[in-house]
């Protein structure tokens, strides 16, 4: 069984950035989302970025050039580097990994930038 547990969320200033995490348990040995979505007071959930299964990557055009996925395979994990951070971009964060098996979903955790 697959778990996601998400870290790196808090409060901060405009300008400034974070580095969230999503760390894995069990076995990825292959997967078809890898990514991370975010849900805002009152709003939808949305896609912020994600890995495909070839490795390409997409990104939210509101976050294109402000914030990067990478991960660490041999950790199971996914980083989300995010930069320039705006008050619209407060929200709590979800990691995602889907795969042939399963759709997993972290807890979330709470990023909250100020002006």
């Known amino acids: 069984q697959v778990q996601l547990v998400e870290s790196g969320g808090g409060l901060v200033q405009a300008g400034e950035s974070l580095r969230l995490s999503c760390a894995a348990s069990?076995?990825?040995?292959?997967?078809?989302?890898w990514g991370w979505y975010r849900q805002a007071p009152g709003k939808q959930r949305e896609l912020v970025t994600m890995f495909r299964r070839d490795g390409s990557t997409n990104y939210a055009d509101s976050v294109k050039g402000r914030f990067t996925i990478s991960r660490d395979n041999a950790k199971n994990t996914n980083y989300l580097q995010m930069n320039s951070l705006k008050p619209e971009d407060t929200a709590v964060y979800y990691c995602?990994?889907?795969?042939?098996?399963?759709?997993?979903w972290g807890q979330g955790t709470q990023v909250t930038v100020s002006s």
């Open positions: 069990g076995s990825i040995f292959s997967f078809d989302v």
């Open positions: 995602r990994i889907l795969t042939a098996r399963v759709d997993v």
